[in-house]
């Protein structure tokens, strides 16, 4: 059966959510668990109820709106994030909790019972903004992430994630735990460029990037800008200098989509008459094949020390990596495409892998 959603209804939907934490520019700022991300899930859920689903709010705030199936399966899960960083779009996030609230809504228009039950789902701290690390909620619903750890997260003012759900009124009841799922479908902004160049309206994820994050400590010495001869010098913001351009030339030589980033430098003491001792930097590490990875984090091994040595600093890495994930199986997977396909009049064979989102 051919079944149109209501577009008027969804886009009068993501303005009146969009309204909650509205930036003067006409962006979001809504970070999980404040009161405006108390707001907007008081709204949804009031949408939710509205729409005839039986909501469920977990230990992690995670909200789940049920519409029942007509055979006691496992549900369709669809459904997003309601939080943004602090200078968010209203697209993020909220798009896919709302695509999943319109697609019931139009169930509900043509009174269409489904085999399995539906349910919306919104996550608690997908974004990661106010506490770390992102993607907290479903981290511990799929078992990744300890509940306590998760409660014990902490934002930059010391407020602890357990205290802010309790707080804004969304520490629910429900186990926060892995469950049977037919089926998880997200509609999500595209957050790198590639869509908007190439003038395309939708694209399938095929996947989630392999990660490495390492957290470089250089030291060198600290002394006066003035009397110390340049030939005498343990420069660390220096050897960090060099690192960064370093960094830029791992994907060149990896090759694949492999992407490298110096995000975060912290130089001491900073300030304009004395050589940096110390600085503490970051780098992020990315590519869809796993191998590229762990080449790339070699490669960077041999970079830093090789570059520690040169100007004598000394040097302290610690590495966390994360694995590459399928996007679930082609059964959910070849519709979407097949949309996507028609949409671009191309065939699915003809896609190069996309850029995952976050
Ligand atoms: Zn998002």
Redesign the pocket.
Known sequence: MQMQINRKRLEESMAALGRIGETPAGGLSRLALTDEDRRGRDLLVEWMRAAGLTVAIDRMGNIFGERPGREGLPPVMMG??ADSVPTGGKY??QLGVLCALEAIRTLNDNKTATRHPVVMAIFTN??GARFQPAMIGSGVMAGQIALEDAYNARDRDGLRLGDELERIGYLGPELCIPRPIRAYLEL?IE?GPILEEQHLSVGVVEGIVAISWSKLVLTGVQDHAGPTPMRMRKDALVAAADIVRGVREIPRKIGGDMVATVGRLDVAPNIPNAIPGKVTMSVDLRAPDEHHVTRAVGLLDRLVKDTARAEGVRYDTSTSRSSTLSSGRPRTRGPAIAVCSRERGTTPSTWRPSVP??
């Open positions: 997003s994030h993020d996030g997908e974004e999500h957050q989102p976050a």
